[in-house]
Protein backbone atom coordinates (compact mmCIF):
# COMPACT_ATOMS: atom_id res chain seq x y z
CA UNK A 1 0.00 0.00 0.00
CA UNK A 2 1.26 2.97 -1.09
CA UNK A 3 -0.88 5.56 1.27
CA UNK A 4 1.60 6.63 4.44
CA UNK A 5 0.70 10.70 4.67
CA UNK A 6 -3.15 11.25 4.67
CA UNK A 7 -4.30 15.01 4.84
CA UNK A 8 -8.14 15.63 6.66
CA UNK A 9 -9.88 18.28 5.16
CA UNK A 10 -12.11 19.68 7.70
CA UNK A 11 -12.00 18.76 11.61
CA UNK A 12 -15.47 18.83 12.36
CA UNK A 13 -17.59 16.68 13.77
CA UNK A 14 -16.16 13.50 11.65
CA UNK A 15 -13.53 15.42 10.43
CA UNK A 16 -11.60 15.42 13.52
CA UNK A 17 -12.36 11.57 14.48
CA UNK A 18 -11.02 10.50 11.12
CA UNK A 19 -7.82 12.54 11.66
CA UNK A 20 -7.44 11.28 14.77
CA UNK A 21 -8.10 7.73 14.42
CA UNK A 22 -5.65 7.84 11.30
CA UNK A 23 -2.71 9.04 13.64
CA UNK A 24 -3.62 6.52 16.52
CA UNK A 25 -2.95 3.76 13.54
CA UNK A 26 0.87 5.71 13.17
CA UNK A 27 -0.49 7.49 9.81
CA UNK A 28 1.28 11.08 9.42
CA UNK A 29 -1.67 13.05 9.36
CA UNK A 30 -2.32 16.55 8.50
CA UNK A 31 -5.27 18.80 9.45
CA UNK A 32 -6.76 21.49 7.41
CA UNK A 33 -9.50 23.27 8.03
CA UNK A 34 -10.27 27.07 6.77
CA UNK A 35 -8.89 29.06 9.39
CA UNK A 36 -6.37 28.81 11.95
CA UNK A 37 -9.00 29.21 14.84
CA UNK A 38 -10.90 26.65 13.87
CA UNK A 39 -7.89 24.43 13.62
CA UNK A 40 -7.06 25.50 17.41
CA UNK A 41 -10.59 24.73 18.52
CA UNK A 42 -9.78 20.82 16.48
CA UNK A 43 -6.78 20.83 18.77
CA UNK A 44 -9.15 21.17 22.34
CA UNK A 45 -11.61 18.36 20.36
CA UNK A 46 -8.31 15.99 20.11
CA UNK A 47 -7.51 16.18 24.01
CA UNK A 48 -11.68 15.07 25.01
CA UNK A 49 -10.91 12.18 22.11
CA UNK A 50 -8.19 11.23 23.43
CA UNK A 51 -9.68 10.81 26.95
CA UNK A 52 -12.27 8.24 25.14
CA UNK A 53 -9.68 6.63 23.43
CA UNK A 54 -8.43 5.52 26.98
CA UNK A 55 -11.96 4.88 28.42
CA UNK A 56 -13.35 3.15 25.34
CA UNK A 57 -10.43 0.88 23.83
CA UNK A 58 -8.11 1.06 26.94
CA UNK A 59 -5.91 3.21 24.93
CA UNK A 60 -2.32 3.47 26.55
CA UNK A 61 -0.32 7.07 27.43
CA UNK A 62 1.93 6.42 25.35
CA UNK A 63 -0.35 5.39 22.54
CA UNK A 64 -2.05 8.75 22.80
CA UNK A 65 1.66 10.45 22.57
CA UNK A 66 2.30 9.14 19.74
CA UNK A 67 -1.09 9.87 18.11
CA UNK A 68 -1.06 13.90 18.84
CA UNK A 69 2.77 14.00 17.58
CA UNK A 70 1.65 12.31 14.91
CA UNK A 71 -0.75 15.27 13.81
CA UNK A 72 0.03 18.44 12.52
CA UNK A 73 -2.60 21.85 11.33
CA UNK A 74 -2.38 24.03 8.13
CA UNK A 75 -4.89 26.27 7.04
CA UNK A 76 -2.67 26.71 4.39
CA UNK A 77 -4.39 24.19 1.16
CA UNK A 78 -1.48 23.73 -0.77
CA UNK A 79 1.02 23.21 2.34
CA UNK A 80 -1.50 20.74 3.68
CA UNK A 81 -1.20 18.64 0.61
CA UNK A 82 2.27 18.70 -0.41
CA UNK A 83 3.09 15.66 0.75
CA UNK A 84 -0.46 13.67 0.63
CA UNK A 85 -0.67 9.98 -0.63
CA UNK A 86 -4.32 10.38 0.27
CA UNK A 87 -7.09 13.14 0.95
CA UNK A 88 -10.38 12.87 3.04
CA UNK A 89 -12.80 15.47 2.50
CA UNK A 90 -14.81 16.22 5.56
CA UNK A 91 -16.16 19.60 4.30
CA UNK A 92 -19.80 20.61 5.22
CA UNK A 93 -22.50 18.38 3.11
CA UNK A 94 -23.51 21.34 1.05
CA UNK A 95 -22.60 20.36 -2.74
CA UNK A 96 -22.15 23.82 -3.44
CA UNK A 97 -19.23 23.72 -1.04
CA UNK A 98 -17.52 20.54 -1.93
CA UNK A 99 -17.38 21.63 -5.46
CA UNK A 100 -15.25 24.83 -4.70
CA UNK A 101 -13.21 22.49 -2.55
CA UNK A 102 -12.33 20.22 -4.74
CA UNK A 103 -11.81 22.82 -7.71
CA UNK A 104 -9.35 24.24 -5.36
CA UNK A 105 -7.95 21.17 -4.05
CA UNK A 106 -7.55 19.99 -7.59
CA UNK A 107 -5.10 23.15 -8.75
CA UNK A 108 -2.52 22.18 -5.51
CA UNK A 109 -2.63 18.53 -5.11
CA UNK A 110 0.49 16.35 -6.62
CA UNK A 111 -1.13 13.57 -9.29
CA UNK A 112 -0.28 10.85 -7.23
CA UNK A 113 -2.71 11.92 -4.39
CA UNK A 114 -6.20 9.79 -3.94
CA UNK A 115 -9.01 12.30 -3.13
CA UNK A 116 -11.94 10.66 -0.96
CA UNK A 117 -14.86 12.08 0.03
CA UNK A 118 -16.78 11.29 3.56
CA UNK A 119 -20.07 12.43 2.77
CA UNK A 120 -22.93 10.82 3.63
CA UNK A 121 -25.76 11.24 1.62
CA UNK A 122 -23.80 12.67 -1.94
CA UNK A 123 -22.91 10.36 -4.57
CA UNK A 124 -19.07 10.20 -5.39
CA UNK A 125 -20.53 10.62 -9.26
CA UNK A 126 -21.48 14.29 -8.72
CA UNK A 127 -17.81 15.27 -8.02
CA UNK A 128 -15.58 13.09 -9.80
CA UNK A 129 -14.99 14.91 -12.42
CA UNK A 130 -14.27 18.80 -10.80
CA UNK A 131 -11.58 16.37 -9.09
CA UNK A 132 -9.84 16.55 -12.37
CA UNK A 133 -8.89 13.33 -11.33
CA UNK A 134 -11.84 10.80 -11.36
CA UNK A 135 -9.87 7.62 -11.74
CA UNK A 136 -8.48 8.40 -8.39
CA UNK A 137 -11.95 9.76 -6.73
CA UNK A 138 -14.23 7.65 -4.52
CA UNK A 139 -16.14 7.92 -1.11
CA UNK A 140 -14.72 6.75 2.22
CA UNK A 141 -17.52 7.05 4.62
CA UNK A 142 -17.04 6.86 8.55
CA UNK A 143 -19.51 5.99 11.06
CA UNK A 144 -19.92 8.63 14.33
CA UNK A 145 -17.57 7.39 17.05
CA UNK A 146 -15.00 5.87 14.60
CA UNK A 147 -13.08 4.22 17.26
CA UNK A 148 -15.63 2.28 18.78
CA UNK A 149 -18.19 2.20 15.25
CA UNK A 150 -15.36 1.08 13.27
CA UNK A 151 -16.80 1.15 9.54
CA UNK A 152 -15.94 2.30 6.49
CA UNK A 153 -17.46 2.14 3.57
CA UNK A 154 -16.25 1.82 0.57
CA UNK A 155 -18.01 3.70 -2.52
CA UNK A 156 -16.52 3.90 -5.95
CA UNK A 157 -18.39 5.09 -9.09
CA UNK A 158 -17.78 4.42 -12.85
CA UNK A 159 -14.51 6.07 -13.30
CA UNK A 160 -12.66 4.83 -10.35
CA UNK A 161 -9.49 2.29 -11.11
CA UNK A 162 -9.82 -0.59 -9.33
CA UNK A 163 -6.61 -0.73 -8.47
CA UNK A 164 -7.16 2.81 -6.13
CA UNK A 165 -10.28 1.58 -5.05
CA UNK A 166 -8.78 -1.89 -3.28
CA UNK A 167 -5.57 0.70 -2.21
CA UNK A 168 -8.37 2.62 0.22
CA UNK A 169 -9.56 -0.84 1.21
CA UNK A 170 -6.34 -1.82 2.39
CA UNK A 171 -6.25 1.51 4.08
CA UNK A 172 -9.20 1.40 5.97
CA UNK A 173 -7.78 -1.99 7.17
CA UNK A 174 -4.77 -0.38 7.97
CA UNK A 175 -6.63 2.43 10.36
CA UNK A 176 -8.96 -0.31 12.28
CA UNK A 177 -11.88 0.30 9.84
CA UNK A 178 -13.91 -2.88 8.78
CA UNK A 179 -14.20 -2.33 5.05
CA UNK A 180 -17.52 -2.18 3.87
CA UNK A 181 -17.33 -3.00 0.04
CA UNK A 182 -20.10 -1.64 -1.79
CA UNK A 183 -20.24 -3.11 -5.78
CA UNK A 184 -22.20 0.56 -7.20
CA UNK A 185 -23.14 3.47 -5.76
CA UNK A 186 -26.21 3.94 -3.93
CA UNK A 187 -27.33 6.98 -1.99
CA UNK A 188 -26.59 6.74 1.62
CA UNK A 189 -24.38 3.99 1.31
CA UNK A 190 -25.55 0.58 3.41
CA UNK A 191 -25.56 2.05 6.75
CA UNK A 192 -27.67 5.29 6.29
CA UNK A 193 -29.65 3.65 4.24
CA UNK A 194 -30.96 1.89 6.85
CA UNK A 195 -30.86 4.33 9.32
CA UNK A 196 -32.11 7.64 7.95
CA UNK A 197 -35.75 6.58 7.44
CA UNK A 198 -35.56 5.60 11.12
CA UNK A 199 -34.42 9.28 12.01
CA UNK A 200 -36.99 10.33 9.53
CA UNK A 201 -39.63 8.80 10.80
CA UNK A 202 -38.81 10.04 14.24
CA UNK A 203 -38.00 13.67 13.52
CA UNK A 204 -41.46 13.81 11.27
CA UNK A 205 -43.34 12.15 14.62
CA UNK A 206 -41.72 15.29 16.77
CA UNK A 207 -42.74 18.11 13.94
CA UNK A 208 -46.06 16.75 13.84
CA UNK A 209 -46.47 17.26 17.75
CA UNK A 210 -47.28 13.25 17.77
CA UNK A 211 -44.76 12.76 20.86
CA UNK A 212 -41.70 14.42 22.45
CA UNK A 213 -37.93 13.60 21.28
CA UNK A 214 -37.71 11.92 24.90
CA UNK A 215 -40.84 9.73 24.49
CA UNK A 216 -39.60 8.60 21.28
CA UNK A 217 -36.23 7.88 21.96
CA UNK A 218 -37.66 5.85 25.23
CA UNK A 219 -39.79 3.97 23.10
CA UNK A 220 -37.40 3.04 20.32
CA UNK A 221 -35.26 1.82 23.54
CA UNK A 222 -37.37 0.26 25.71
CA UNK A 223 -38.75 -2.00 22.35
CA UNK A 224 -35.40 -2.69 20.59
CA UNK A 225 -33.24 -3.18 23.63
CA UNK A 226 -31.18 -0.11 21.44
CA UNK A 227 -28.91 2.13 23.84
CA UNK A 228 -30.00 5.40 22.22
CA UNK A 229 -32.84 6.43 20.26
CA UNK A 230 -33.00 8.75 16.94
CA UNK A 231 -32.59 11.92 18.65
CA UNK A 232 -29.50 10.86 21.02
CA UNK A 233 -28.05 9.37 17.48
CA UNK A 234 -28.68 13.11 15.95
CA UNK A 235 -27.17 14.70 18.67
CA UNK A 236 -24.00 12.45 18.02
CA UNK A 237 -24.60 13.43 14.40
CA UNK A 238 -24.24 16.93 14.67
CA UNK A 239 -27.58 18.77 13.91
CA UNK A 240 -25.98 21.15 11.67
CA UNK A 241 -25.28 18.34 9.40
CA UNK A 242 -29.25 17.11 9.90
CA UNK A 243 -30.34 20.05 8.94
CA UNK A 244 -27.83 20.99 5.61
CA UNK A 245 -29.35 17.40 4.32
CA UNK A 246 -32.70 17.95 5.27
CA UNK A 247 -32.32 21.90 3.40
CA UNK A 248 -31.14 20.19 0.58
CA UNK A 249 -34.31 17.84 0.18
CA UNK A 250 -36.48 20.65 0.95
CA UNK A 251 -35.25 22.76 -1.19
CA UNK A 252 -35.38 20.53 -4.14
CA UNK A 253 -38.33 19.02 -3.56
CA UNK A 254 -40.55 22.06 -1.76
CA UNK A 255 -42.34 18.92 0.38
CA UNK A 256 -44.41 21.17 3.03
CA UNK A 257 -43.10 18.25 5.49
CA UNK A 258 -39.67 18.57 4.65
CA UNK A 259 -39.80 22.53 4.89
CA UNK A 260 -41.41 22.40 8.57
CA UNK A 261 -38.54 19.94 9.51
CA UNK A 262 -35.94 22.43 8.92
CA UNK A 263 -37.48 25.53 10.04
CA UNK A 264 -38.09 23.17 13.25
CA UNK A 265 -34.03 22.42 13.26
CA UNK A 266 -33.53 26.53 12.30
CA UNK A 267 -35.91 27.45 15.12
CA UNK A 268 -34.93 25.61 17.95
CA UNK A 269 -31.02 24.06 17.22
CA UNK A 270 -28.97 26.27 14.49
CA UNK A 271 -30.05 29.63 15.65
CA UNK A 272 -29.49 28.95 19.23
CA UNK A 273 -26.05 26.62 18.37
CA UNK A 274 -27.10 24.06 20.25
CA UNK A 275 -26.19 21.79 17.65
CA UNK A 276 -25.38 18.52 19.46
CA UNK A 277 -22.57 16.73 21.47
CA UNK A 278 -20.22 19.06 20.17
CA UNK A 279 -21.67 22.26 21.49
CA UNK A 280 -22.62 20.25 25.10
CA UNK A 281 -26.50 20.78 23.80
CA UNK A 282 -29.09 19.74 21.19
CA UNK A 283 -31.76 17.07 21.99
CA UNK A 284 -30.14 16.69 25.23
CA UNK A 285 -26.81 18.46 27.59
CA UNK A 286 -24.07 17.12 27.39
CA UNK A 287 -21.91 15.41 29.60
CA UNK A 288 -24.58 13.24 30.97
CA UNK A 289 -27.18 13.09 28.92
CA UNK A 290 -30.79 12.21 30.93
CA UNK A 291 -30.91 9.05 28.53
CA UNK A 292 -27.94 7.26 29.77
CA UNK A 293 -29.59 7.57 33.60
CA UNK A 294 -30.64 4.49 34.31
CA UNK A 295 -34.39 5.57 35.55
CA UNK A 296 -35.35 6.49 31.65
CA UNK A 297 -36.61 3.61 30.59
CA UNK A 298 -38.75 3.62 33.65
Known amino acids: MGIKNVTVAGSGVLGYQIAFQTAFHGFKVIVYDINDEV????????????????????????QINATLKNLNYSSNLAESVKDADLVIEAVPENPKIKISFYENL?????????????????LPSQFADVTG????????????????RNTAEIMGHPKTDKGVYDEVVEFAKAIGMIPIELHKEQPA????SLLVPLLDAATNLLVNDVADAQTIDKTWMVATG?????????????????????KLEADSTKDPLKIKVVEYFKDNFIDKNKLGTSTGEGFYKYPNPVFEQKDFLK
Open 189 to 192: YVLN
Open 39 to 62: LEKAKTKFNGLANSYKSDIYASEE
Open 106 to 122: RAVAQEKTIFATNSSTL
Open 226 to 246: APMGPFAILDMVGLTTVYDIN
Open 133 to 148: RPEKFLALHFANQIWK
